[in-house]
């Protein structure tokens, strides 16, 4: 009868204990209830730019290609100012020519938008004034080196230029804007001097 009353003694007890580890309140037991945290998720890609973030002369921007075709990494790199350039006067005072290079991102060709089509460069002097491609003289303005007009191929890049005839105020800390396939604006600030790694070569092209 005492191993019998034993027995049953400790089962009773082996029940309780097992009773007080089942609560689920955080002894390390799951009792199903529970359910995992959302994970966050980022708004932009890392690395990204917004198109209206302003970046500096020498800074590249990923942009949509004419027509919403391909992507092109546009870097401008150099930007001279001269009152005569490739043998033409400036008009309003003052040229400004800035080359810049075209990179194909993707497997297909791209361009840039011709400027018919509200695309290309601008050029915004510092009091908000918009100026065109072609104002003054500025569209004789040429280079053998950077007068590329091809679409880029996969995998190429090709060097370019842009020339703005303007007045001398104009040139005072402008502001480069470049409209892309998909109508988006990215933006330079430009110093008020020339500037760049390729200024020697730029000068000669231009025949200073």
Known sequence: MR???????????????????????????????????????????????????????????????DGGTGVLEITPDTVVYAKEAAGETAANGLFAVVTMKDKAMTAVAADEPAPISGGGWKWMAPDGEMIEFDSGNSANVVMDKYNNADPVQPGGYQWRSQAFDLTPAQAKGGTLIYIDGEEKAFRWKMPAADAGPNVAEVKKQLEF
């Open 3 to 65: 191993v019998r009353a034993t027995a049953a003694t400790a089962a009773l007890l082996l029940a309780a204990l097992t009773g007080c580890g089942g609560g689920g309140d955080g002894d390390g037991v799951d009792s199903g209830d529970t359910k995992p945290e959302p994970v966050p998720t980022a708004s932009e890609k890392p690395g990204t730019i917004d198109d209206s973030q302003t970046l500096d002369l020498g800074e590249p921007a990923k942009t949509t290609g």
